[in-house]
């Protein structure tokens, strides 16, 4: 089992474990991490799902026969109609729980959008290689068209470029050489994030970013530091376009 395929399975169902996930996960620290994200997000979502309501015992036959009879006949009266203060507390707590969710759910995207970039780079670590040989321009020009994607010339060099499936569509896989050492570059004109989203795990870093239509990814495996990759990711930004 790879990174991509764990995580296409958890996100079906985040309970679930297999030997093979079990063994990928033994091995695997970026996926280690996405298990700990996604499990930190079921028990947020359960707590806000869980709205309290006090249990009340109905009286047994017992307990009636005692009863005087004007409690007896009270409780045979039609339920009285909630006053204002209880619908209104009604309603303020189902707008809270409403809102937890609403919350929780716009936050997951994320998060599995960066485990999914994470686990994508871990599993190709040969992308990373440091090198002044460029991929030739015919290669390059059609990772891209594929994509949609056109590059502006004279930026940084390419030294990797592979057409990726990525949740379901063709994106470019593409690796520059800067001074602070190789860095990941993935337009995703099919992702959508409102700010910078900054990433950490696994021993990759990096930051998602709007970008035109879509989003772009920028990701680092080692010590470089967020303001170096958010210097690239502007770059990569104004030299990307998307194409209709």
Not at 65 to 90: I, Q
Not at 122 to 135: I, K
């Amino acid at each position: 089992m790879n990174c991509a395929e764990l995580k296409e399975a958890l996100s079906a169902e985040p309970a679930l474990r297999t030997p093979a996930i079990d063994t990928h996960l033994a091995s695997c620290p970026a996926c280690s991490a996405f298990v700990r994200e996604l499990e930190a997000f079921e028990s947020r979502l359960k707590r806000a799902l869980a709205i309290p309501v006090a249990p009340k015992a109905l009286p047994t036959a017992t307990e009636l026969a005692a009863a005087p009879a004007a409690t007896v006949t009270a409780l045979a009266r039609p339920a009285r109609r909630f006053g204002r203060p209880a619908w209104f507390a009604l309603a303020a707590t189902g707008l809270i729980a409403a809102l937890l969710v609403g919350a929780l759910l716009t936050v997951y995207p994320r998060y599995a959008l960066a485990g999914a970039l994470v686990g994508h780079v871990a599993d190709e670590p040969g992308s990373w290689a440091v090198t002044d040989v460029a991929v030739p321009d015919a290669s390059l020009a059609y990772v891209l068209k594929r994509a949609g994607v056109a590059l502006d010339p004279g930026g940084p060099r390419v030294t990797y470029a592979q057409s990726c499936q990525f949740r379901g569509w063709h994106v470019p896989h593409l690796v520059v050489q800067t001074n602070r050492g190789p860095m990941t570059v993935m337009p995703l004109r099919h992702e959508h994030v409102s700010r910078i989203m900054e990433i950490d795990s696994g021993g990759y870093r990096g930051v998602i970013v709007p970008a035109g239509s879509g989003a772009l990814a920028v990701l680092t495996h080692g010590l470089t530091g967020q303001t170096a990759i958010e210097a690239v990711a502007a770059q990569a930004v104004a030299a990307v376009h998307f194409i209709n």
